[in-house]
């Protein structure tokens, strides 16, 4: 049986009252329902992320170089109507799993997060392993994005005259200092980051707009001549004794991976739950922002890069194949198709924001 009061749904016993409900009021001091409901007693989180700062974060967190590098590969392997339908799909999947986790944290700001839930509604060895297998996650992604930054350097500095591993060593050293200095630091550090990511994101969409009627230097008002020529469905090089069709599902399957990494660290929002100062009023808030961003960011922008590429071109093919920093980067080399000579340096220094900003908010998630 439930019992109610005014401010407050408990469960089935009084034991359970620091354990499920929500609060009714909205005037109840910022953090109280958290702290009524702390899975840990040894948890001690400062509530300290703002409204705005969660919002921003849900918005540009995970933006990295899976959505501004790995599409070129993507679109080189399978093409742009397969690139498109992975990043929908995937982008569905991401969101209807994001609805349930800011259902759970509304209800129950847990600082454990959704290893949390997984614990407390599932079973303790899934809690266990989910936790394990996050934190496993970020020790390999992290140094991963810090080697990226390195590589990314490599556009104006040659690694013969500068080591490569000064500069990790430089920004593994400013990222352990942001997140020491707390989580209040954190958190307006990242929300500039990310507003400034945006802001590139928002500028690819413009600028691939432009490009594909024709605004560029070349005036050439390309449409979807590349989605008739070579085509939209590109079968997939690597396999033999397959029909066509059976080729380009491959094709289209091998973008599936592509994808998913372009959406790691969606989840960031989850994790903040146990930091945010009103997590029942803004985690809801944040998490619907996660629909206009897949939306935006990924579909649209997947969509535009489809029009104004095509997948045979061999400068994309020989940048992915030979490259890892930004010059593999699919929308470099539009830039440099469509005779634009300023921005593929001022892109790299935003690509290297990106990864900067994945490699910060890697340690945080540690």
Request: with cysteine.
């Amino acid at each position: 049986m439930v019992h109610y009061n005014e401010n407050i749904v408990i469960g089935e016993s009084a034991s359970d009252e620091a354990k499920i409900g929500y609060t009714e009021k909205e005037d109840i001091p910022q953090g109280t329902v958290a702290e009524r409901y702390n899975d840990d007693p040894n948890h001690h989180l400062h509530r300290g992320l703002k409204s705005r700062q969660i919002s921003m974060i849900a918005i540009g967190g995970a933006i990295g170089t899976g959505l501004i590098i790995g599409t070129g590969q993507a679109l080189v392997n399978a093409g742009p109507g397969s690139l498109l339908i992975a990043y929908a799909a995937v982008g569905v999947l991401v969101y209807m799993v994001m609805a349930a986790l800011g259902e759970m944290a509304a209800w129950l700001p847990l600082a454990s997060g959704f290893t949390g839930y997984a614990h407390r509604f599932v079973d303790p060895a899934l809690g266990f392993s989910l936790g394990w297998t996050y934190w496993f996650k970020y020790i390999i992604v992290t140094p991963n994005n810090l080697t990226a930054t390195a590589l990314v350097i490599k556009y104006w500095v040659h690694p013969e005259k500068v080591n490569p591993g000064v500069f990790i060593a430089i920004f593994l050293v400013a990222i352990v200092l942001i997140n020491y200095f707390g989580v209040k630091f954190f958190g307006e550090f990242e929300f500039w980051l990310s507003s400034i990511k945006v802001v590139v994101i928002l500028g690819l969409i413009l600028l691939s707009l432009v490009l594909a009627c024709g605004g560029g230097p070349d005036g050439d008002p390309k449409g979807f001549r590349y989605w008739h020529n070579p085509g939209a469905f590109k079968p997939y090089a690597d396999v033999h004794g397959v029909g066509k069709q059976a080729a380009q599902f491959i094709a289209f399957w091998s973008c599936l991976t592509t994808a998913v990494f372009a959406y790691l660290g969606m989840e960031l929002v989850g994790v903040t739950v146990g930091e945010a100062q009103n997590p029942r009023k803004v985690i809801p808030r944040a998490i619907k922002l996660t629909f206009y961003r897949i939306l935006l960011f990924y579909v649209v922008l997947v969509f535009l890069l489809g029009m104004i590429l095509p997948y045979d071109n061999k400068l994309l093919i020989a940048a992915t194949s030979e490259s890892t920093s930004a010059a593999a980067s699919p929308f470099v080399v539009a830039i440099q198709i469509s005779g634009i000579k300023v921005l593929p340096a001022l892109l790299n220094a935003c690509i290297l924001i990106f990864v900067f900003s994945a490699a910060n908010s890697g340690v945080y998630n540690l």
